[in-house]
Nanobody, 126 residues
Framework: QVQVVESGGGLVQAGGSLRLSCTVS????????MGWFRQAPGKKREFVAT????????YYADSVKGRFTISKDNIKNMAYLQMNSLQPEDTAVYYCATGGFENSVPIVAEFEYDYWGQGTQVTVSS
């Protein structure tokens, strides 16, 4: 059984930083892409960032490019989302997902991820 668990959310002031972590068990982590999505209150879930299976090709939504960094540790079976210069509009529940076996292109569509975490709340105060 595949399990995906996020951690690291919390409350931070505008301009601050947070690092989200995601652990995956029950599958060969190193062979799959990882993605981060978020859902703000009253809005649809949206793509934030993804990294390919080998952990060398990140890809970002325009709204977070230059502020967020996604990474993947295939030894520890962990994925991370370092979030800097946070703004109130970054407030959302952040979800980690795994999918895209040995992908060759960035995976931004939700349906291509087959396992999801429960989400972690990030709140940015102004």
């Amino acid at each position: 059984q595949v399990q995906v668990v996020e951690s690291g959310g919390g409350l931070v002031q505008a301009g601050g930083s947070l690092r989200l972590s995601c652990t995956v068990s029950g599958r060969t982590f190193s062979r799959y892409a990882m993605g981060w999505f978020r859902q703000a209150p009253g809005k649809k879930r949206e793509f934030v960032a993804t990294i390919n299976w080998s952990g060398v090709r990140p890809y970002y939504a325009d709204s977070v490019k230059g502020r967020f960094t996604i990474s993947k540790d295939n030894i520890k079976n962990m994925a991370y989302l370092q979030m800097n210069s946070l703004q109130p509009e970054d407030t959302a529940v952040y979800y980690c997902a795994t999918g895209g076996f040995e992908n060759s292109v960035p995976i931004v569509a939700e349906f291509e991820y087959d396992y999801w975490g429960q989400g972690t709340q990030v709140t940015v105060s102004s």
